[in-house]
Antibody, heavy 120, light 110 residues
Framework: QLQLQESGPGLVKPSETLSLTCTVS??????????WGWIRQPPGKGLEWIGS???????YYNPSLKSRVIISIDTSKNQFSLEVSSVTAADTAVYYC????????????WGKGTTVIVSS | QSALTQPPSASGSLGQSVTISCTGT?????????VSWYQQHPGKAPKLIIS???KRPSGVPDRFSGSRSGNTASLTVSGLQAEDEADYYC??????????FGGGTKLTVL
């Protein structure tokens, strides 16, 4: 059974870079037909798609976040990662990683999420 | 980019049906057959309940159904049960490898 698990610091200072990793178990991150994505949810608010990556390294980003976001992948470790630079309090959120079905555009497996607070 | 528009709340009595709308544009919902719906209980990760407008993943009760008319997608929950009380989010492919979520609807089962 495929499982995803987010990990990373729960507290980040303003203006610094937020870094998270998603570890995939029970399946290969190099599978055809799937992208691997990041989604976030600010406290009490809705979901926001951040971006996605294919095992080949092809990436797609939310235009509103593109200038500050980098998603990378390490197929040897079965992991993919998120970096958000120049963070502010508005980046405080629960961050989820998820598997996205290519060409069908839905997220069918989600991690449990990790809370990141931006504060000095 | 703008989120898809959902009503903030919806409610229905046990056993009744409720429909949640999700309004987009001709560039997202109206353009592609890639609308999905997610159920989220408090403190939990979202769960896929509808993909590609009408498809139900294995294990999702057939009480959940999806549809679309023009730029508006809808999720109908029939035979409401207590465990259906949750937040529901729609999402759509928006072209140019872009993806949008709705603002979410809190469903209360009376």
């Amino acid at each position: 059974q495929l499982q995803l698990q987010e990990s990373g610091p729960g507290l980040v200072k303003p203006s610094e870079t937020l870094s998270l990793t998603c570890t995939v178990s029970g399946g290969s991150i190099s599978s055809n037909n799937y992208y691997w994505g990041w989604i976030r949810q600010p406290p009490g608010k809705g979901l926001e798609w951040i971006g996605s990556i294919y095992y080949s390294g092809t990436t797609y980003y939310n235009p509103s976040l593109k200038s500050r976001v980098i998603i990378s992948i390490d197929t040897s470790k079965n992991q993919f990662s998120l970096e958000v630079s120049s963070v502010t309090a508005a980046d405080t959120a629960v961050y989820y990683c998820a598997r996205e079905r290519d060409y069908q555009y839905y997220m069918d497996v989600w991690g449990k999420g990790t809370t990141v607070i931006v504060s000095s | 980019q703008s989120a898809l528009t959902q009503p903030p709340s919806a409610s229905g009595s046990l056993g009744q049906s409720v429909t949640i709308s999700c309004t987009g544009t001709s560039s997202d919902i109206g353009a592609y057959n890639y609308v999905s719906w997610y159920q989220q209980h408090p403190g939990k990760a979202p769960k896929l309940i509808i993909s590609e407008v009408t498809k139900r993943p294995s294990g999702v009760p057939d009480r959940f159904s999806g549809s679309r008319s023009g730029n508006t997608a809808s999720l109908t929950v029939s035979g409401l049960q207590a465990e259906d009380e949750a937040d529901y989010y729609c999402a759509s492919f928006a072209g140019n490898n872009n993806f949008r979520f709705g603002g979410g609807t809190k469903l209360t089962v009376l």
